[in-house]
Nanobody
């Protein structure tokens, strides 16, 4: 599976933004799609994930209630809608795909995702 992330940009604190990630290739083998982010000098951080077929979602506590992950199966695209953005949300955001079922406990683990898109920068200004 190849992933193409897009939509990064500069947004003011309190604003909203949406990222997209389109999959191509062996998309039928995808079980989970996730978003991760990495801020300068910090570790890769799990943000949100969605079960590709069932649509169930998991969120990091830091974004719960502000971010929404969704998918359009017909377009092979997963979205991350970000509301009430904070300067600490500034990071490079990556989408990722897992080709196996993952439990809720497993979902935040980066090395369980086999395919990764290039990052897209989101900068939130205060």
């Amino acid at each position: 599976v190849q992933l193409q992330a897009s939509g990064g940009g500069l947004v003011q604190a309190g604003g909203s933004w949406r990222l997209s990630c389109t999959a191509s290739g062996r998309t039928f083998s995808t079980f989970v799609m996730g978003w991760f982010r990495q801020a300068p000098g910090k570790e890769h951080e799990f943000v949100a994930a969605i079960n590709w077929s069932g649509g169930s979602t998991v969120y990091a506590d830091s974004v719960k209630g502000r971010f929404t992950i969704s998918r359009d199966i017909g377009k092979n695209t997963v979205y991350l809608t970000m509301n009430s953005l904070k300067p600490e949300d500034t990071a490079v955001y990556h989408c990722a795909a897992a080709r196996r079922p993952l439990t809720s406990q497993m979902i935040p683990t980066t090395n369980l995702y086999e395919s990764w898109g290039q990052g897209t920068q989101v900068t939130v200004s205060s």
